[in-house]
């Protein structure tokens, strides 16, 4: 079945700088690849999501990439604020399954 | 729109109890999820409803049992809870048609003593 790995399990980072969290997927079946954020207490929420027939996507402050071919994909925020301190989870899913299976997760903490 | 809502919210249960965990969502969703957060950790899939009159295993079926009771509700039954089922528990729901986004709910902090 699918596996999706996640790197690292704590980033910290100062404020203003860059993140990139990456996750790689075993199934190359595999063509959905959100990521969500969850804050301490909070459920989970979707941030950004990318497809396989996409290399890149992009948000204001964040984006996506995905490499097919190496099956692997990454977040990349960029001037990171205080409020992006959280959790964050990548998951990967085929259209014929409606599972997701997802990372163990980053914790991604911001440095005054 | 409420979105995904459960209840409880919080519950302690004495080792052997049982209880539902009851989830509803109000956005016409065909799929609906069940699953439990231990602390630091990630997501684990209990059991899914693909569709209204579905239901499958997921990752870490064993202790539960669930009802889609309808398009609307689904509900996650532990019929002798242990301490190794104290977790958080979060109902999802998806459209799965186009628009696979999962949207969660509040979740339900459970304790077995």
């Known amino acids: 079945g699918e596996n999706v790995e996640q790197h690292p399990s704590t980033l910290s980072v100062q404020e203003g700088d860059s993140a990139v969290i990456k996750c790689t997927y075993s199934?190359?079946?595999?063509?959905?690849f959100p990521w969500y954020k969850q804050e301490l207490g909070k459920r989970p929420q979707l941030i950004i999501d990318?497809?396989?027939n996409v290399g890149e996507k992009k948000d204001q402050r964040i984006a996506v990439t995905l490499n097919k071919t190496a099956k692997h994909f990454s977040l990349h925020i960029t001037e990171t604020q205080p409020e992006d301190s959280a959790v964050y989870f990548c998951?990967?899913?085929?259209?014929?399954?409606?599972?997701?299976?997802w990372g163990a997760g980053t914790k991604l903490i911001i440095k005054p | 729109n409420a979105g995904v809502t459960q209840t409880p919210k919080f519950q302690v249960l004495k080792t052997g109890q049982s209880m539902t965990l009851q989830c509803a969502q109000d956005?016409?969703?065909?799929?609906m999820y069940w699953y439990r957060q231990d602390p630091g950790m990630g997501l684990r899939l209990i059991y899914y409803?693909?569709?209204?009159?579905?239901?499958d295993k997921g990752e870490v079926p064993n202790g539960y049992n669930v009802s889609r009771l309808n398009k609307r509700e689904f509900s996650l039954r532990l019929e002798s809870a242990a301490p190794s089922q104290t977790s958080v528990y979060f109902c999802?729901?998806?459209?799965?048609?186009?628009?696979?986004?999962?949207?969660f709910g509040p979740g339900t902090r459970l304790t077995v003593t």
């Open positions: 199934d190359s079946a595999s063509n959905y």
């Open positions: 990318i497809r396989s």
């Open positions: 409803s693909a569709s209204e009159g579905t239901t």
């Open positions: 956005m016409n969703h065909n799929s």
């Open positions: 998951a990967a899913s085929k259209a014929s399954n409606y599972q997701l299976i």
């Open positions: 999802a729901s998806s459209a799965a048609t186009d628009n696979y986004e999962q949207y």
